[in-house]
Nanobody, 125 residues
Framework: QLQASGGGLVQDGGSLRLSCLTS????????MGWFRQAPGKEREFVAT????????YHANSVKGRFSVSRDNAKNMVYLQMNSLKPEDTAVYYC????????????????????WGQGTQVTVSS
């Protein structure tokens, strides 16, 4: 199971930290990803982190503002979001790619087998 939390209402330029707890199953070499879906838009990739070596990749739209990290001991993945903009408003989802390719980062929805329930982030102007 995946449980995302930490969403809320924040002003333009503010910060939030999202958390995602993985429980009920141990994945040895998986990838965690964050996606978001704004009203009327398709779900899009935000960031991903490899569980074993901590390598990360961020979408261009959030690069330099968002940062994904993990805490292996707590089975937690975080998305630190700074300098938030109204266009960041969306439901944010965490997901697991259990069988990631060693040759590239997982950035497509179909690559992820498990999804959390989502947490709402609203940035007011």
């Amino acid at each position: 199971q995946l449980q995302a939390s930490g969403g809320g209402l924040v002003q333009d330029g503010g910060s939030l930290r999202l958390s995602c707890l993985t429980s009920g199953r141990t994945f040895s070499s998986y990838v965690m990803g964050w996606f978001r879906q704004a009203p009327g838009k398709e779900r899009e990739f935000v960031a991903t982190i490899r569980w074993n070596d901590g390598r990360t990749y961020h979408a261009n739209s959030v690069k330099g503002r968002f940062s994904v990290s993990r805490d292996n001991a707590k089975n937690m993945v975080y998305l630190q979001m700074n300098s938030l903009k109204p266009e960041d408003t969306a439901v944010y989802y965490c997901a697991v790619d259990e069988f990631p390719s060693p040759l590239k980062f997982s950035t497509y929805i179909y690559e992820y087998e498990y999804w959390g329930q989502g947490t709402q982030v609203t940035v007011s102007s």
